[in-house]
C-alpha cells in the first residue's frame, strides 16, 4: 500500500516514528494522531482505503469473510481509519467496534457508517492498549496499523486477550516496496508468541489493490 509506506517515511521525518524508529517515543500519540488527522479528508482516494470501487470491495470481502467465524460475531477493527472494512463487515452482519488514534479518521467512520445505515461503533484510541476488556471479542482484525506501533509483539499479546476462547485474529499486513513494513515471517513469528497458531495468505491479487502490486502483501490468521 503506497500510501501507507508513505507514512512510515513521513512519520520518521516528523517524530522518529515507524519500523526504523526508537522504541520510546513519548510523542508517538500525538504526532500519529495529528498525521493521520491531516490524511482523513484524502484517505479514501486510494482504492484498498476507501473501497468506493464495487470490484475493490468485491474482492475485499471475498478475501476477509471467509476468515472469520459466521455473522453475527463481534469484530475489533484497530486502527480502523474511515472505517471502510468496518462498515463492509458491518453491512454483512457483524457486530463491529473500531478505534482509532486518529479524532477526524474517527469522524469519518461514523460518517461511513451512518451514510451506509450500519451501527458499526467508533472510538478515539490507542490500538497498542486497547480499551477494552478481555475475552470481549470474535475477532481482531487490524489492517496496516501493526508496523507502525513502537513494540508489534505487546500489541499483538494484547489483541489476543481482546478474544474469546477460539477466538480469531486477522492481520493485514505489507513489507512495501518503500521499505516500510513488516514481512510475513516477522508477523506470523509475532502471533506465535502468543498462539500455537498462525496462517499466512498472500494478498497479491490486483483486484485487492485497484493495480498489480510487485511487493510482499498478506493477511495472518490465527484460529487458536
Ligand atoms: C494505514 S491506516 C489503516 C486504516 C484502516 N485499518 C484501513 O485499513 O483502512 C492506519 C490507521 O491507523 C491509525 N493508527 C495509527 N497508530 C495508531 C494507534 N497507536 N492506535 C490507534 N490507531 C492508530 C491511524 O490513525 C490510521 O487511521
Not at 112 to 121: F, L, Q, T, W
Request: hydrophobic share 45%; net charge negative; charged share 25%.
Amino acid at each position: 500500500m503506497e500510501s501507507a509506506a508513505d507514512f512510515g517515511m513521513d512519520l520518521r521525518r516528523h517524530g522518529g516514528l515507524g519500523p526504523a524508529a526508537p522504541p520510546r517515543c513519548r510523542r508517538i500519540g500525538a504526532v500519529t494522531g495529528t498525521y493521520w488527522d491531516e490524511q482523513a479528508d484524502t484517505f479514501d482516494d486510494e482504492p484498498d482505503h476507501g473501497l468506493l470501487d464495487p470490484a475493490v470491495r468485491a474482492a475485499w470481502g471475498d478475501a476477509l469473510l471467509p476468515l472469520l467465524p459466521a455473522a453475527p460475531a463481534r469484530v475489533a477493527d484497530l486502527g480502523s481509519g474511515t472505517g471502510s472494512l468496518s462498515v463492509l463487515l458491518a453491512e454483512a452482519g457483524y457486530e463491529v467496534a473500531g478505534l482509532d488514534l486518529a479524532p477526524r479518521m474517527v469522524e469519518a467512520a461514523r460518517a461511513k457508517a451512518a451514510a451506509a445505515g450500519v451501527d458499526a461503533r467508533f472510538e478515539v484510541g490507542d490500538a497498542a492498549a486497547p480499551p477494552w476488556a478481555a475475552g470481549e471479542f470474535d475477532v481482531v482484525l487490524v489492517r496496516h496499523v501493526l508496523w507502525a506501533l513502537p513494540d508489534p509483539d505487546a500489541a499483538v499479546g494484547r489483541w489476543v486477550r481482546l478474544l474469546r476462547p477460539g477466538g480469531r485474529l486477522v492481520l493485514v499486513e505489507g513489507r512495501w516496496s518503500t521499505g516500510g513494513g513488516l514481512t510475513a515471517e516477522r508477523v506470523r513469528h509475532a502471533v506465535l508468541r502468543h498462539r500455537r497458531e498462525a496462517d499466512v495468505t498472500v494478498l497479491d491479487d490486483p483486484a485487492l489493490w485497484g493495480r498489480a502490486i510487485q511487493d510482499e502483501r498478506y493477511v495472518v490468521t490465527s484460529r487458536r
